[in-house]
Structures are given as structure tokens and as C-alpha cells.
């Protein structure tokens, strides 16, 4: 189903509530995005307003996007494994990335993401660690 590849599924948020229920640690949510054509990508204004957007609601609520890097090429993998960009956002926690619906500017920055992201996997990785603290 399209869905399962542009919004979380009830499993997977239970997997990090508990994560920040036991323990809780900084986290990096590394963001596999395919963009849709409306977006743009990398040019437009709508790519652009959901990156401004996005950049300021992770950082309202104490997050920091480290990176982003658009994909050359899918050397292994299916055509929906066809990604656009990979960003790295870090969370000081995981508590933090499930309060992101709550931060300034979120439902604008969600909307924006409704337009943009065709498809999008995002992979949780331990981030108390060098290299993927940010600076």
C-alpha cells in the first residue's frame, strides 16, 4: 500500500514510544525521500518551502537536520527502492521525535510533506555516538 511508504504504521511508533518508555537516548532519523513531481526537486519553490519548513520544525523542537544529500543512483535495490535525497535529522531523543506533530510550525511543515514526499523510508539509528552527534 502507497500509505505504508509515506506515513509511519501504529508497530512501527509503538517500537520508538518504547524505545523512549526504556531508557531513552539521542537518535538519528535517516530520511530515504522520493519526491513527487510537484515538489520539484531540487529546484522549485515547493521543494524549497517543505526543506524551510521542515528545517525549522525539527529544530523547534530540539532537533537538528545535519545533512541532506540528493541520490545518484540506486546500485541495488527494486524501482521503489528509487530514492531522490537522504537527510539526516538528528533528535536528542526519541521522546523528541514523537513530539515533532507538536512543534512550531509542524502542520504547515506536514502539509508540505503530504506534497512533496512520493515515498519516503526512514530508518531510526543510534545516534550517542561520533560520528552522527551533531557538532
Known amino acids: ?30 530520511n530515504l525521500n522520493r519526491y513527487t513531481e510537484a515538489a520539484g ?9 517543505y ?14 537536520v545535519l545533512w541532506r544529500t540528493p541520490v545518484v ?21 526519541h521522546a523528541a521525535f514523537l513530539q515533532l506533530p507538536e512543534a512550531d510550525g509542524a502542520s504547515l511543515m506536514f502539509e508540505s510533506r503530504k506534497r512533496c514526499v512520493a515515498n519516503a523510508t526512514i530508518l531510526a539509528l543510534p545516534a550517542d555516538r561520533h560520528p552522527l552527534m551533531p557538532s
Request: hydrophobic share 40%; glycine share 6%.
Open 1 to 30: 500500500m502507497v500509505d505504508d511508504h509515506v506515513r509511519a504504521n501504529r508497530e512501527s511508533m509503538e517500537r520508538v514510544e518504547q524505545r523512549a518508555a526504556d531508557g531513552d537516548a539521542p537518535v538519528l532519523m535517516l
Open 41 to 49: 526537486f531540487p529546484d522549485a519553490d515547493e521543494y524549497h518551502l
Open 51 to 64: 526543506m524551510s519548513r521542515l528545517e525549522h520544525s525539527v529544530t523547534a523542537g530540539g532537533g537538528s
Open 73 to 93: 543512483d540506486a546500485v541495488i535495490g527494486c524501482d521503489h527502492d528509487d530514492y531522490d535525497e537522504i537527510l539526516a535529522v538528528w533528535y536528542p531523543s
